[in-house]
């Protein structure tokens, strides 16, 4: 699978927070969305929903995947149909994006076609939601991504990066599912065990209060008169203070958290001209140190909750690294400016 041209962007690229830059900017962590309520809606409904995720003009197509999303499973033969290698790339990217959110298993198969498209967004897209999926039937094919794509994302993504990291993904939820299922037998045969040992003990106990109930056993029956000594309260000393002393509220530190929305690269300088430092996976707990002027990266650390795999490995030890603000959650409160010095190659001395 070679590179092929990025379709055309002669335009303006639109705000982070608009919706039309999902085709132009990793997209964000899956939305929870609620179902409707009412009944399931008429294939023409879902029809217009999906040719509106395709067309710009559409008066639709800024919502078109949100209500996609929580139309649910209802919704996945139709987006299947038009997730192809041969369809248009905006209407198959943003299906991808559908399919990823809803994750269901019969958009496997659909999903390993569309990694042929030429489209580098596309098989992006494709290697997400086959990712969300968690389907074991697309290990190959993502194997196969992982070894020979070399097209990029107009964001600058690697598609085989992506795809290498959906596979050590499922892999991992491979092991830890049968790890799991193995602990839990563990942990059910020793609760089973217990809960044995405790009742034998609670009946042997029962059956020897039964045996003594109404025998009268002189110095072991009756109960000795305990008087418990009383205690009086001591005073706490208040600590005392200077003529001139007063006391104020301690300064804090406030720390700004966030959360990794998918599968992203940790980098040592901002852009994506630098080899990355670190990985970060989705749902990792992050903490925002710095942002650049334009606010299009942000300097962060890892949190407590994170990912076995996570990591950021700087060379000056500090475990911090710069990562695109599409790929992580807003912080929540504003971040200072930083803008990160040049990294120095040393030189050998001739």
Not at 57 to 67: F, K, L, Q, S
Not at 132 to 139: C, N, T, W
Not at 175 to 183: M, N, R, T
Not at 325 to 347: G, K
């Amino acid at each position: 699978m070679t590179t092929e041209p990025q379709p055309n962007q002669s335009s303006p690229e639109p705000s982070p927070t608009s919706r039309e830059t999902r085709r132009l900017t990793a997209p964000r962590l899956p939305r929870t969305a609620e179902p409707k309520a009412s009944c399931t809606p008429s294939p023409s409904e879902i029809d217009e929903l999906i040719n509106a995720l395709g067309d710009p003009n559409h008066p639709r197509h800024t919502v078109a995947v949100d209500e996609l999303v929580a139309i649910g499973p209802a919704a996945v033969p139709a987006l299947c149909a038009v997730v192809g290698p041969h369809q248009p790339w905006l209407t198959v990217y943003r299906a991808t994006e559908v399919l990823a959110q809803i994750g269901d298993g019969r958009a496997t198969g659909p999903l390993i076609a569309a990694l042929n498209h030429q489209n580098a967004n596309v098989r992006w897209g494709a290697v997400r939601a086959l990712a969300q999926v968690g389907d074991v039937r697309a290990l190959f094919a993502l194997r196969k991504v992982a070894q020979t794509d070399q097209g990029r994302t107009s964001w600058g993504e690697s598609v085989a990066g992506v795809a290498q990291s959906a596979l050590d993904l499922l892999n991992r939820r491979s092991i830890w599912s049968q790890s799991l299922e193995l602990i839990k037998l563990a942990i059910v045969s020793v609760i089973f065990l217990l809960s044995m040992a405790l009742a034998f003990g609670v009946i042997g106990t029962l059956r020897n209060e039964l045996d003594q109930f109404g025998r009268y056993v002189p110095g072991q029956t009756e109960l000795p008169t305990l008087v418990l000594p009383t205690t009086r309260p001591t005073a706490t000393p208040r600590p005392t203070l200077a003529a001139n002393q007063t006391v104020g509220p301690q300064p804090t530190t406030q720390v700004i958290t966030g959360t990794a929305l998918q599968v992203a690269n940790v980098r040592p300088l901002p852009g994506t001209n630098n080899q990355p430092i670190g990985r970060i996976n989705a749902g990792d707990e992050i903490i925002f140190i710095a942002r650049t002027a334009n606010g299009q990266w942000y300097l962060i650390r890892l949190g407590n909750q994170r990912s076995p795999d996570s990591f950021i490995a700087n060379p000056d030890g500090s475990g911090t690294g710069w990562v695109n603000q599409a790929l992580v959650s807003p912080p929540s409160a504003d971040v200072p400016v930083q803008e990160p010095l040049p990294v120095t190659v040393p030189t050998a001395t001739p």
